[in-house]
């Protein structure tokens, strides 16, 4: 009798315990796929955001080795809002004669000559609520490097840092820069 009981009461048991597995085995899968999304989603990943880009190019290479000056590509630093990447036209001032039988040059020019605008993929982006502005702060004589890191040492073009609101927000009281809301948030 009493074994029955617990019989009885042990069914509605494990089912509560299986529906738990389930729940479970499924969190730990989600956790796998939406985890392996996050890991390679800019937001969560400091440093780690470095897509594989159309084109070979090379910071350690232009800006570090042979010293390219950033504006010389990234004209509209000091001149507007954003920086702006470089059109292939800027690229063939050098490569025209330059290393032209390599495969990745001889890539660029077919880019070139088509008219194709490269369509890089970019490694930073605020969210639409937050306004940022090159010129105003390249005004100031703030390096590229205090925002963007060493980028003359990277091979592939990587997010040093999440720009949080606390980064902005710290240097802005250092410098004594107005830090309402409004300033960064349209
Ligand atoms: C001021 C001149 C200059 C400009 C501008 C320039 N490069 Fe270069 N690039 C060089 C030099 C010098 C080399 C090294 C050549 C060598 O090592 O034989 C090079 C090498 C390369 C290589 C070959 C790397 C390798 O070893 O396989 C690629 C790819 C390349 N550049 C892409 C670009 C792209 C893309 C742009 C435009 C965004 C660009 N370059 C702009 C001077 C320049
Ligand atoms: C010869 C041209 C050239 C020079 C010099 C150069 N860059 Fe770039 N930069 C590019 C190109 C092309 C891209 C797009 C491909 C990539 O992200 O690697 C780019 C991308 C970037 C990006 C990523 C933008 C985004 O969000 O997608 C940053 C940041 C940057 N450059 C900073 C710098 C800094 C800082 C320097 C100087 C230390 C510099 N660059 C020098 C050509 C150049
Ligand atoms: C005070 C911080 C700060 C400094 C200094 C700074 N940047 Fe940026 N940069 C940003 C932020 C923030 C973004 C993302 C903007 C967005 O998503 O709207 C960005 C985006 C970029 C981009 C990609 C989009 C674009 O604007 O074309 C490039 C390229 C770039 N920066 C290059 C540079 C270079 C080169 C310098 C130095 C001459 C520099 N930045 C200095 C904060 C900075
Ligand atoms: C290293 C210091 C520093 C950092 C980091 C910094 N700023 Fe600034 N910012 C300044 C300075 C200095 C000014 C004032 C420029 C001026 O007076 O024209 C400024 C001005 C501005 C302005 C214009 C303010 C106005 O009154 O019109 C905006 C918008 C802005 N910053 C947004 C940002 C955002 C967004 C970030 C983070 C992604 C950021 N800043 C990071 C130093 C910084
Ligand atoms: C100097 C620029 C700056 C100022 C001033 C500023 N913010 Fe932000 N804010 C940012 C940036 C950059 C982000 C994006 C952060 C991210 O994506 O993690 C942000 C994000 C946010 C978010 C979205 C939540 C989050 O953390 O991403 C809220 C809400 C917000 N800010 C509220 C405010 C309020 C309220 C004020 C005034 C007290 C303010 N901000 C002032 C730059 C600024």
Known sequence: MENESVGSRLTP???VAKAFATIGVAAVVGLIIFGGYFYHAPIFTPGKFAPKQPFTYSHKLHAGDLGINCQYCHIYARKAEFAGVPPFSK???CHQNLTIDKPSIKEIQKA???QNMGNWIRVYNLPDHVWFNHKRHIAKEIECKKCHGAV???EIN???QIFRMGFCLDC?????VSTD???CHT
């Open 172 to 176: 802005h009281q250092e410098r004594k």
């Open 112 to 114: 070139y000559d088509a």
């Open 13 to 15: 048991r494990s089912g």
């Open 181 to 183: 809301c409004w300033t």
């Open 158 to 160: 990587a997010q040093n």
């Open 152 to 154: 003359e040492t990277m």
């Open 91 to 93: 690229c063939m001032n």
